[in-house]
């Protein structure tokens, strides 16, 4: 099993992607099946298409984090971001970044801003998220090294903490 995630853009177009790949046989391809089969209130994930009628491979399962608010909302994550999860899917197949995709599965769970407007940013964040995402699975990053050489700076970009010593906050 691998697990990847990255975050690129700003603002409402931001896209925060989180993949898993896993063989079809496996965990992953079990929860590929249940998600699919599982739909809930305002999530229903999907297969990624490069176009109607040709999934990407991968087979890769489109998870919607944000429950779809407005129908502009269902028509950037429907087609903008599931376009971008699509490119990035196929970039990182034509990088050689995906090894034996006829055995293996992709989730991806997406986030789309229900305040996003820009289809062009939409789609071009999601592209390069779901392949910088990939790559870092396949890869195994992060390293644990860079993970606690940031444990002094910890944020996001809807949330940075004030600065202070180290364990200035309860654990």
Known sequence: MYLGESFIGEG????????????????????????????SAGHAPFVVVAQPGLPVQPFTLFVNKAAIASPQHGRLTWGAAQAGVAGGVIDALAGGILADP???????????????????????????????????????LPDPADVLASRDQVWNPFFRPAPGPPGATAR
Do not use: F, K
């Not at 769970?109 to 305040?115: F, S, T």
């Not at 592209?127 to 699975?137: I, K, N, P, Q, V």
């Open 12 to 39: 409402a177009e931001a896209a925060h992607l989180n993949v898993v790949v896993g063989t079809r046989d496996g965990a992953v391809g079990t929860a590929w099946a249940t998600g699919l089969a599982t739909p």
């Open 102 to 140: 006829a055995e293996s599965v992709c989730i991806a769970a997406v986030w789309v801003d229900p305040m996003a407007q820009d289809e062009a940013a939409v789609y071009a964040n999601n592209r390069e998220a779901t392949y910088r995402a990939l790559a870092a699975a396949m890869v195994g």
